[in-house]
């Protein structure tokens, strides 16, 4: 069962930053979607420039910086960004799932990715239609331009 809306406020909340070259990469749009959940889940009315909490120079390999927050910033973390190669995908369907803040109670995304059988990931279908993977947005190239769910279960950040 999906956590509910009542019970994610409780938890934190992420942001997952690329980093490369000393510098980040799409903090307008990571801002955006953070500033959004805070104002939706805490009522949050002054927004926070991650700027201020980020700080890229030492990182010149590909690194994964994690921005934890409620209704402010709690943590930020640096790991170097590990490419989980994927070269099958399950398709599990799941039209309950409700993934619209991106939250650290990923329970749900990990009982669907517990379903992948023999496969490297798993591919979310919600009331038919093809949303995300267990871990990233889902971009199809149809040999003239990239095609992307209508619906997906989290907005993405380009």
């Known amino acids: ?15 997952t930053i690329r980093i490369e070259k000393g510098r980040i ?16 889940l805490f009522g949050a009315r002054e927004e926070i420039d991650l700027a ?22 709690l943590q930020v973390e640096y790991v170097p960004y590990r490419m989980r190669p994927v070269h099958s995908l399950r398709l599990v369907t799941c039209d309950e799932i409700d993934y619209s803040y991106k939250s ?13 059988g023999g496969h490297d990931d798993i591919l979310i279908i919600r009331d038919g239609l093809l949303t995300d993977t267990s871990i990233c947005n889902v971009a199809l190239w149809n040999g003239t ?12 950040t380009m």
């Not at 956590?3 to 942001?15: C, K, M, Q, R």
């Not at 201020?52 to 910033?73: A, D, F, L, N, S």
């Not at 650290?104 to 992948?116: E, G, I, K, P, S």
């Not at 331009?145 to 993405?156: D, F, K, N, V, Y």
Request: hydrophobic share 25%; aromatic share 8%.
């Open 1 to 15: 069962m999906c956590p509910s809306i009542e019970t994610l406020s409780g938890s934190p909340f992420v942001e």
């Open 25 to 40: 990469h799409n903090l307008p749009y990571h801002n955006a979607r953070m500033n959004r959940t805070r104002r939706e």
């Open 52 to 73: 201020g909490y980020i700080h890229p120079g030492p990182h010149q390999e590909r690194t994964k910086c994690r921005v934890e927050y409620t209704r402010e910033v």
């Open 104 to 116: 650290t109670d990923r329970q749900c995304l990990n009982d669907l990715f517990a379903q992948r």
């Open 145 to 156: 331009s990239w095609i992307t769910p209508a619906r997906p279960l989290l907005c993405g």
